[in-house]
């Protein structure tokens, strides 16, 4: 399968603890998004990528939110201190700068659960 | 990127047409009308983007009115697997993310 793929799918924790998502985009894709949806919600736009740089943040990016791409190929984000106010399912998509539409593939998502 | 205006739900007969109406009043010249679709505990999935003309895929055809205000997806016979949330979208393409509203939940039933 060489689609989005993100790791893992399904995180339970409890309140105060750390938690790291993965995110592995499509090969031969430049850019990279993470996003946040809530229960009802659309996705919330948190951060994106080109190759390894942090091109932008979302407010909702709070400090205890940090997203990296060292090698401009996977990604990580990581939460810290969790609160039950961070249960979401976090969204990976990539995509090809230049690409006629430009269109997101999207992952199929990380649900964390914070107890 | 400009607003959208979706209705919230929207019901549609296996078989039939299901057609998915959109408004973008504020749109600009040179923003794309972009429709995904997110199936229950699943990642948003591209279906199809437009700028002036109507276009049509495997999927879904995209209509848009010649003032660009508004656009309808049409689902040309829906199936129970349309089941969804759709989204309609308007970016440059080129812009640095998408700005999802909440949708129009389409129910498909025998």
């Known amino acids: 399968d060489t689609g989005v793929s993100q790791d893992p799918r399904h995180k339970i924790t409890k309140r105060g603890q750390n938690v790291t998502f993965r995110c592995d985009p499509i090969s031969e894709h430049n850019r990279l998004y993470w996003y946040r949806q809530t229960l009802g919600q659309g996705p919330e736009f948190l951060t994106y990528?080109?190759?390894?740089?942090?091109?932008?943040k979302s407010r909702l990016l709070s400090d205890r939110f940090s997203a990296e791409r060292p090698k401009g190929s996977f990604s990580t984000l990581e939460i810290q201190r969790t609160e039950q106010g961070d249960s979401a399912m976090y969204l990976c998509?990539?995509?090809?700068?230049?690409?006629?539409?430009?269109?997101?593939?999207f992952g199929e998502g990380s649900r964390l659960t914070v107890l | 990127d400009a607003k959208t205006t979706q209705p919230p739900s929207m019901d549609c007969a296996e078989g039939r047409a299901a057609n998915l109406p959109c408004n973008h009043s504020t749109i600009s010249g040179n923003e794309y009308v972009y429709w995904y679709r997110q199936i229950h505990s699943q990642g948003p999935q591209y279906i199809i983007h437009g700028l002036k003309n109507n276009e049509t895929n495997e999927m879904a055809s995209l209509i848009i009115t010649e003032d660009r205000k508004s656009s309808t997806l049409i689902l040309p016979h829906a199936t129970l697997r349309d089941t969804a949330v759709y989204y309609c979208i308007v970016s440059t393409g080129t812009a640095s993310k998408l700005t999802f509203g909440t949708g129009t939940r389409l129910q498909v039933t025998l």
């Open positions: 990528f080109q190759n390894e740089a942090q091109l932008e």
């Open positions: 998509a990539s995509s090809s700068f230049g690409a006629v539409g430009g269109e997101l593939f």
